[in-house]
């Protein structure tokens, strides 16, 4: 965890947050049983629950603008690895509410806090000036229109 928080983002191996996601794990992981402890796992989860606001914004700074957070590419891994850090949903929330940010990482935590929250989103969402995105109002519209948003489905 000190080589991910110690280094600049372009030092650090795509194939790491991977690694990472193993520990709190999500269904597109290939896994073979054994491959790690469940003490293993759990002083892991432990180290990126000590994550915090900075980690974030690496770790959102690791999905590709083109596949975005999907099923299989990184930012799956990057949307399970912030859902286990504690209070998450508060960073999340600061980070869209940041105007100096490289809009990438508010569209990206606009993703992933829709889809903890769903329309419990809807108000820090509509914060978001129209004219920012065009990527934001239709996050609104589908979460207006089906209660939810899920980049898996």
Known sequence: MD?????????????????????PWHSDI???NGTMTS???EYGKLQLKKFGKIEILKLLDFIDE???????TIGQSV?????II????????EIIETDDLDL???EFAAIIYAFHLGTE????LKAIPEDKSWFIPGLINHIEEYEEFNPYA
């Open 30 to 32: 290939s896994y073979y």
């Open 79 to 83: 949307e399970a690895i912030i859902s």
């Open 66 to 72: 083109e596949n975005s957070i999907a099923r299989g």
């Open 3 to 23: 080589f991910f928080k110690n280094q600049p983002t372009e030092n650090i191996p795509d194939f790491l947050i991977y690694i990472l996601a193993h520990l």
């Open 39 to 41: 003490e293993a796992q």
């Open 86 to 93: 504690p209070n998450f949903q508060t960073y999340l929330k």
């Open 121 to 124: 989103s809807l108000n820090v």
């Open 104 to 106: 990438k990482f508010i």
